[in-house]
Structures are given as C-alpha cells and as structure tokens.
C-alpha cells in the first residue's frame, strides 16, 4: 500500500509540473501574442570582421534592428562556445571578443533595442546543447554539410577520404550547440545564409523530437530568415571564399583597413586581364566578385550596378575597380573613427557587456527552469 501511495505521488507530482509547464507556457504565448518576432542570431568572435562578413550577416542585422517593430525582441550573440571548437590562442580570443563587441556597436547596433551578448555567459546554452545532443543520432550529426566540409578540408582531400578519428566532437556537436542557442530563445525567426538551410531543418527537427517525447508544444519550430546577399570570394582566389585565416592578408578587406590599404587590395585584386566590364561568375570569376561587392554595398542587383557604371561612363576595369575602392572607403570611414572611440572606452564596452548577459539571462533562466520540470530534473 506504501509503495502504491508513493507512485501515486509521483505520478501526482509529475502532472502537477507539466501543468505549471504548460501554464507557463500558456502565458507566455497570451502576453506575445501580437508580438511579431523574436530573432536570435549568431557571429563568432574570430577577430575584425572583413566585408564579406558584414554582407553576409552583419548589414541584415542592423536592418532587422532599423525595420523592427517595437513589440519585435532581437537577441544578438557573440558566439565563444562555437569559437572555441578549433584551437584558440586565450590572449587573442579574449581581445576578439572585445573587439567584436565593439563592432556591432559601431556598426549601429543599440544594446536598448537589441540584446547583445556573449553566449558563454549564459551557461543555460551549453546545458540545453546537452540535453539536445541526448536527442540526435550520430548518423545525423555526420551527414551535416559542416562536418563533410571539415573532413574534406583536413588536407585537401575529396570527402570521406579524411581520418574522422582527428576530428573533435565539438566539430561533430557544433550543429546541436546552434540549435541551442536558437530554442533556448524561442526565436521564431533565424537569419541565415542559404547554404544555413540544412542547420534550420536540424533544429526545427530537435524541437518537434522534443515535444513528442515530452507530451507538450514547448518548443516552437523557427523560420529562417534568408539573406540574398552573394557569398563575397576571396580577392586574390575568387574561387575561394573571402576569410580572415586566409595567409594573404591582401585576399580580404577588414572593416578596420585604412583607405590606402583599401585601394591597393581593390586594385591588385585578381581579374582576368580585360579591360571591358561584364558580369559572369563562370567565365568572369574575379571581376564578378567585385560586382558583387558593389551590389551588396549598394543595394543593386549586379545588373543594376553594370547599368550604373554605365551611366557614370565608368567603362574599364580600372575605372571600376577606383569606384568599388571610393565607395568602401566612404561607407565604412564613419564605422572606423566610432570602432576607434569604442576601444578606447573599455568601461562602456563593460557596461554593455554587463547589460546584454543580464537581459539574456532572465529569458533563460526562466525557459531552463521550465524545461528541467520538463525532463524531470526538477
């Protein structure tokens, strides 16, 4: 009869948390319910960003931040967990940090209208991965895009022709960590790239596992926000995309480069050695990545850029290349002179740190407390 009575208590008591689960849950969806969005998105700390990183992510988030409306959350990270998955010199990563901080503020991100912080603060991030990484199969993990593009570049070599067994598991759980990040928020929307599409269908499919297996709805499955913005080549490989481990430092130009070393990387930058302009990535690989820079700075289509040298009588390359160099130099003159200020304010940078961990980690706290009644860890 004892043992009865306690099974019923047990059982009493596990009703009883997922009603204060899904109570909460209840209320949290009636207090959103004419909110539009909450967005949650992710940059690694891997030193200045380069442009090909503001095209590709950074301008979307200053948009989404500018276009937002005001019942809208945005929840911006400095992604160290994910860093920190290929070694790290601690000293340099610590100044990363800091210095990606500033550049999302110089960029014109506001920490009242966004929250901006560092992941590895909030330690319900790495907790959460854990429990999602009880949910997928290995199988899963090792047929993600991101784990077959590290085994091919390990030495060159053409995929499944690498040692899996020299990789790390934190490569391997990289995918599970992101989904982390994004349901902890219940972020109904991601902007990505498209080559991200794979990594949204893995989270979407955590949340709904983990729904089925706990009986509930508390997880919702985000939309991802797609950025067109053409993927930015390396400027002496245009095969290559543009990266800042690259050896070359003169294959990428950094949101930081002064304006003579912008124009001699424009000009040096490879092409094909004619002089006309035209657009084709198959045939024109480097002056099409030029195009594209344009574009991407310029809010055009590269047609509409080819339209606009037109008009402007730019008609060779060296012209185009003059004009692609003055026009990074003026967009991102004001971005240098507030990253420098920045800097030179490390208790501002504090104070914004500070803001962004405390911001987020109420949202997370709470989210974690409801799914360790959940799981039953609580």
């Known amino acids: 009869m004892r043992t009865s009575g306690c099974s019923a208590c047990r059982a009493l008591l596990r009703a009883a948390r997922h009603r204060d689960v899904e109570a909460a849950q ?4 009636q207090s959103t319910a004419s909110r539009a969005r909450r967005i949650f998105s992710g940059i690694q700390p891997t030193g200045i960003p380069h442009i090909g990183n503001y095209l590709g992510a950074l301008k979307q988030w200053k948009k989404l931040q500018d276009t937002a409306e005001p019942s809208d959350e945005l929840f911006f990270s400095i992604v160290g967990l994910h860093a920190i998955t290929v070694p790290q010199e601690p000293g340099k990563l610590r100044q990363d940090r800091r210095d990606m901080l500033a550049t999302l503020l110089a960029l ?3 920490p009242e209208r966004c929250t901006i912080f560092f992941q590895e603060q909030v330690p319900q991030h790495a907790e959460l991965a854990w429990m999602l990484n009880c949910l997928v199969s290995l199988g899963r993990l090792q047929r993600m ?31 599970v960590l992101q989904a982390a990040d994004v349901l902890l928020y219940d972020a109904t929307e991601v902007p990505v790239g498209d080559d991200q599409k794979q990594h949204i269908e893995l989270i979407r499919d955590l949340a709904a596992t983990f729904n089925s297996r706990h009986s509930t709805e508390f997880f919702r499955a985000p939309e991802h926000i797609f950025t067109p913005t053409s993927r930015v080549q390396s400027l002496t490989q245009p095969s290559a995309k543009m990266s800042k481990s690259a050896v ?3 294959s990428r130009i950094l949101l930081t480069d002064e304006p003579e070393d912008i124009e001699s990387k424009i000009r040096r930058a490879v092409s094909d050695g004619k002089y006309m302009i035209s657009y084709d990535r198959d045939t024109r690989p480097g002056v099409s990545n030029l195009i594209d820079i344009y574009a991407g700075l310029t809010e055009k289509t590269p047609a509409e850029v080819l339209q606009h040298l037109e008009e402007q009588r730019i008609d060779t390359l060296g012209k185009m290349k003059r004009s692609l160099a003055d026009l990074i130099i003026e967009k991102f003159t004001p971005f240098r002179a507030e990253f420098s200020r920045l800097q030179a304010d490390p208790g501002y940078l504090s104070q914004v740190e500070q803001m962004g961990e405390q911001k987020a980690s109420a949202v997370a706290r709470e989210r974690m407390a409801e799914i360790h009644k959940l799981v039953g860890l609580a």
């Open 26 to 29: 209840q209320r949290r969806m």
């Open 108 to 110: 014109g991100l506001s």
């Open 145 to 175: 895009t991101s784990w077959k593009s590290r085994l091919a570049g390990m030495k060159g070599s053409k995929e499944g022709e690498a040692d899996e067994g020299k990789l790390h598991l934190g490569l391997l759980a990289y995918p």
């Open 248 to 250: 070359n430092a003169r």
